[in-house]
């Protein structure tokens, strides 16, 4: 019987212990001696070694995905507009409703959010441009 291949990389919305920066996280392996769903993870930029809870974050992942909000309700998306986490938004281009779920700063210093779409799944779009 074929065993579902789990990637060997997380992306995880909360921020690593240690450098404080949210980051790809490498997963080692199971937490033996702990309550089922304990992984030992690696930071991708510290490689500072922590114990996440996978139920957890599979929880969280599929309450971004349940988005029970009407296009009317949503924030049209503009990238000249500013949001706040929470923000349910419509992106008309995808025909998608998603919601915001962080902000963050791009190399080139301009402003972005970050945004758990219904259908497409976690997009980076730009914010606040002049």
Not at 78 to 102: L, N, Q, R
Request: net charge positive; proline share 2%; aromatic share 6%.
């Amino acid at each position: 019987m074929a065993r579902a291949k789990q990637s060997k990389y997380i992306t995880l919305s909360n921020i690593c212990e240690t450098c404080v920066k949210p980051t790809k996280f490498e997963l080692l392996g199971e937490a033996v001696g702990q309550e089922e769903g304990k992984r030992w993870a690696k930071c991708g930029k510290c490689h500072h070694t922590m114990m996440i809870n996978m139920l957890v974050i599979e929880g969280e992942r599929r309450s971004t995905k349940e988005i029970n909000v009407s296009v009317e309700d949503c924030i049209p998306y503009s990238p000249k507009s500013v949001y706040t986490i929470g923000d349910a938004i419509y992106h008309k281009t995808w025909d998608d409703i998603g919601t915001v779920v962080s902000k963050e700063l791009t190399s080139s210093g301009s402003q972005a959010i970050v945004v758990a779409f219904s259908k497409i799944g976690e997009k980076r779009l730009i914010e606040n441009l002049a």
